[in-house]
């Protein structure tokens, strides 16, 4: 069955960067699509950027642009997603969505917490 | 910058139907912006319902159903269960770009 696994909660300070894992199984790492996208505590969510995991090819929101780095690796069938100059702001729940071609936005990771907090 | 709107709240009684709509700031929605709609209930992750307007996760019930409607996207719950109630979401499409709608707050009563 298809699963993405999160790494666990963080706090960092204001200033730093961050650096959350999702790692999937179940299916061909390089043939769909992963996304990442994130809430603040009682917000809506809020699309990241997405990997094209099979070349690599990235596209991200302008909002976060410059700031967000997502990478893959292909032989531990895992994405990355990097923010730095991290502030208050960027308190939220952390998740990667898988993007299937042929069943939409369908898998979730289970979410990571990271808090800014000086 | 684009926005994406949906009802904050609805309110539906047990065994009713109700429709959500998720509208864009660009004009009229269509397929080409292969709407997503998602429930989210407190302190889960969201769960996949419906992808390119229409269609059904292998898991989504058959009271939900996903349609364009008046230039908006649109959720319909027929026969309301009061495991229905949650935030829904709806995702669009923008050439590469994905925005989410503000979500709408279901209540069952």
């Known amino acids: 069955q298809v699963q993405l696994v999160q790494s666990g909660a963080e706090v960092q300070k204001p200033g730093a960067s961050l650096m959350v894992s999702c790692k999937a199984s179940?299916?061909?790492?390089?043939?769909?699509?992963l996304h990442w996208v994130r809430q603040a505590p009682g917000q809506s969510l809020e699309w990241m950027g997405w990997i094209n995991t099979g070349n690599g090819n990235t596209k991200y929101s302008q909002k976060f642009q410059g700031r967000v780095t997502i990478t893959r690796d292909t032989s531990a069938s895992t994405t990355y997603m990097e923010l730095s100059s991290l502030r208050s702001e960027d308190t939220a729940v952390y998740y990667c969505?898988?993007?299937?071609?042929?069943?939409?936005?369908?898998?979730w990771g289970q979410g990571t917490l990271v808090t800014v907090s000086s | 910058q684009t926005v994406v709107t949906q009802e904050p709240s609805l309110t539906v009684s047990p065994g009713g139907t109700v429709t959500l709509t998720c509208a864009s700031s660009?004009?009229?929605?269509?397929?080409?912006?292969?709407p997503n709609w998602f429930q989210q209930k407190p302190g889960q992750a969201p769960r996949a319902l419906i992808y390119?307007?229409?269609n059904k996760q292998s898991w989504t019930p058959a009271r939900f159903s996903g349609s364009l409607l008046g230039g908006k996207a649109a959720l319909t719950l027929s026969g309301v269960q009061p495991e229905d109630e949650a935030d829904y979401y709806c995702l669009l499409h923008y050439g590469g770009d994905w925005v989410f709608g503000g979500g709408t707050r279901l209540i069952v009563l």
């Open positions: 660009t004009g009229a929605v269509s397929s080409g912006y292969f």
């Open positions: 179940g299916y061909t790492f390089t043939r769909e699509t």
């Open positions: 969505v898988r993007q299937s071609g042929s069943s939409g936005f369908d898998y």
């Open positions: 390119s307007t229409s």
